[in-house]
């Protein structure tokens, strides 16, 4: 067979969440390119919130992005309490933690259902697809309409919310709308399995592509962490405290890059649902784990495309354990805490949460009247960006080897970048080319 | 009748009043109904260039932003800005009270050369012509909808000219600001149902101010609280970036 030459380019892959454009180049069978190249414009952030008090940061900073803004006001709620030393209620730590997992909800139904569905049966968008797999369409309207209304009855707004504040909540649901709550989460279940059953009917969509790399997330000894927990990697199996963050994620810039990565004990390392996945796998219990088995999920696993997978089980982790802590607060009223007064002192913070794409982090340093000097935030997408580049670079040898040519290539390549599902505005750091 | 084509285009914005758009679930089958998105690069791979009706989303930020817009303007009959980043600049403009080269630089270290971005940010209208605007961070999904349909019937969408204060006062919201609470909402632009006083975060003025706002008024009674002018421009700045008054 001759050896093919051919060039692959994207420019502004569609359905993920940013701008972003993806090239290779294949000579006479051999892969001599292969980039990632990230476009967006730079909107500094860390530079504008210079100069703003302590309580307007969250505020500020869940505008970084509107797919992730729970999980950016949570980790920065986090960053500003821990360098003001202030204490949170366990019945704010409970509804902080039923937030973040409608949050998560809300941005893993929209990536299956809306941006990834669409590739298994070949179709350009969800909209033709409600013409085609109206059941499917439909089910997933409904699903993420109530992970929307979880986050409205919980924050106060689908995006961004008005009721975290530093120290607590401005207004706590009531009895009747943590019932009704629970009744969203019950109403659902036959839509939930109904996705998870279209998904698993088309699995073998999903290449067999495996690469082995390192996995960093939260981990936690109870609770599947997203709100809670510490930073570790699947390579030390060591835990680390959020201090020590930044020789976790070793920033860098490589000469000819288009982004900030990270790198850890390998030249690249993974994040987000697949990476808690793996890094969790005894906390993945109940219906998450027959979801799982309907994959022939086991941890660990290294196909970039189970990406989607691990998203599915979380899924089915959230509905479970929102409806846990539904009746965790109803045992406690609950209660009408109101904010507590708050002590402004200089000091610096870190907020370490699991963003649904991956691990977040916000450092922020504030002087003696609580104004904001110093600021930096380490953002999923960024960490994720070299790990993807390298799955596209031992993919496109994989998929030539099986005789693909360049259009396969292109659809694969596009397919995975999704299955990261990459936030692109998120990654503040982004760097032009 | 052929449905009217409708393309969302995003520049530098969270894309939260794109999500918005998408949170419309029980509406959306509804309004797939009635108009063709031929270009939706967060949701569709489908991309034509022949639309009547542009929705832009995010503010300008680099050259590169101001060609494509333009380009843009030129394929639409009608360009609506989406959102508080499209409308005014939204809190994207507070990198404006900065110096653009030391920002940058503060962020991107000796990589900040790769950048090129204009001096301030802008918003669409200050680049481009702009039929209607919908205001808020984010937008709020039923005033979306409302302005969509109007367009379609061929009518002029309005904005109310009264503060946030009406709507607040009609939700029988006890008032912020006599709690001792900074709020915005006198002389900010309704529209949004006072979405944040209903949750008890006082108006923070996302929706720009008022066409004649009692700045005067306001500037008492938050002195009374103990408010500085440096305090309440800092205040201001947050989404009145684009305003005379700020400067």
Redesign the interface.
């Known amino acids: 067979m001759a050896k093919k030459s051919f060039e692959v380019r994207t420019n502004y892959v569609t359905r993920v969440e940013g701008h972003g454009h993806i090239w290779a180049e294949v000579k006479n069978g051999k892969l001599e390119n292969c980039r990632l190249e990230i476009v967006e414009s730079p909107r500094m952030f860390e530079s504008f919130v210079r100069g703003r008090e302590w309580w307007e940061l969250p505020w500020i900073t869940c505008r970084i992005c509107g797919i992730c803004s729970h999980s950016h006001m949570l980790t920065s709620l986090r960053a500003v309490e821990d360098a003001l030393d202030v204490e949170i209620s366990e019945q704010t730590y409970i509804l902080r933690t039923l937030v973040d997992d409608a949050e998560q909800l809300e941005s893993h139904i929209l990536h299956v259902a809306y941006l990834v569905a669409p590739d298994l049966f070949n179709a350009p968008s969800v909209i033709p697809l409600a013409e085609s797999h109206p059941e499917l369409v439909k089910a997933a309207l409904r699903l993420k309409r109530m992970a929307n209304d979880i986050l409205l009855i919980t924050t106060g707004h689908e995006v961004h919310s008005m009721r975290m504040v530093v120290g607590g909540f401005t207004m706590w649901p009531t009895k009747a709308e943590l019932e009704h709550i629970k009744q969203l989460v019950d109403d659902r279940m036959d839509d939930v399995m109904l996705l998870v059953n279209v998904v698993a009917e088309n699995a073998d969509k999903f290449p067999a592509f495996t690469r082995e790399t390192e996995y960093i997330s939260l981990k936690h000894d109870k609770e599947f962490p997203f709100y809670d927990g510490k930073t570790c990697s699947s390579d030390t199996k060591k835990t680390y405290d959020n201090s020590e963050y930044q020789s976790v994620t070793n920033e860098y810039v490589v000469p000819w890059s288009t982004c900030k990565r990270s790198k850890f004990q390998r030249k690249s390392y993974a994040v987000g649902a697949l990476a808690r996945c793996n890094n969790n796998p005894e906390l993945i219990t109940g219906l998450a784990k027959k979801v799982a088995d309907m994959f022939g999920y086991k941890a660990p696993s290294y196909n970039p495309y189970f990406n989607n997978v691990a998203q599915l089980i979380e899924i089915a982790l959230c509905l479970e354990r929102t409806k846990r802590l539904c009746d965790e607060l109803l045992k406690r009223g609950p209660d009408k805490e109101p904010v507590p007064e708050i002590k402004v002192k200089a000091g610096r913070g870190i907020g370490i949460t699991e963003a649904p794409r991956g691990i977040l982090m916000h450092d922020y340093t504030f002087d003696k009247t609580g104004k904001c000097i110093e600021a930096n935030g380490v953002i999923p997408t960024n960490q994720n960006t070299g790990n993807l580049e390298d799955d596209m670079k031992d993919l496109v040898p994989w998929l030539v080897d099986q005789g693909k040519g360049p259009d396969d290539i292109q659809f694969y390549l596009e397919m995975l970048m999704r299955a990261y599902d990459p936030c692109i505005s998120c990654s503040v750091h982004t760097i032009f080319l | 009748m052929a449905k009217p084509k409708v393309g969302f285009f995003?520049?530098?914005?969270?894309?939260?009043?794109?999500?918005?758009v998408?949170?419309c679930?029980?509406e959306?089958?509804d309004i797939?109904s009635h108009i063709d998105?031929v270009n939706?690069?967060?949701?569709?791979?489908?991309?034509q260039d022949d639309y009547e009706i542009a929705f832009i989303e995010g503010s300008i930020?680099?050259p590169?932003?101001i060609e494509r817009l333009k380009g843009i303007r030129e394929k639409a009959k009608m360009l609506i800005a989406l959102g508080a980043c499209a409308h005014t600049g939204g809190?994207?403009k507070?990198?404006n009270?900065?110096d653009a080269q030391?920002?940058?630089e503060?962020?991107?270290g000796k990589?900040a050369k790769?950048?090129?971005?204009l001096p301030k940010v802008l918003a669409v209208h200050e680049v481009v012509p702009v039929e209607f605007s919908i205001p808020g961070?984010?937008i709020n999904r039923f005033e979306f909808i409302s302005v969509l349909k109007q367009l379609l019937q061929g009518t002029t969408p309005t904005l109310p000219d009264y503060p946030v204060c009406v709507e607040c006062k009609l939700n029988e919201n006890e008032c912020l600001m006599l709690k001792g609470q900074v709020c915005l909402g006198p002389i900010t632009r309704a529209g949004c149902d006072a979405?944040?006083p209903?949750?008890?975060?006082p108006c923070?003025g996302c929706r720009g101010m008022l066409d004649d706002p009692h700045l005067e008024a306001e500037q008492i009674i938050l002195s009374k609280l103990g408010l500085t002018v440096q305090d309440l421009l800092?205040r201001y700045r947050?989404f009145y970036g684009y305003s005379e008054v700020v400067k």
């Open positions: 995003d520049f530098s914005s969270c894309e939260g009043c794109q999500l918005m998408l949170n679930e029980p959306l089958l797939l998105i939706f690069r967060e949701a569709t791979t489908t991309r930020i680099t590169h932003d809190l994207n507070l990198r009270f900065q030391e920002a940058k503060y962020v991107y990589d790769f950048f090129d971005v961070c984010p979405r944040c209903n949750n008890g975060f923070t800092r947050l």
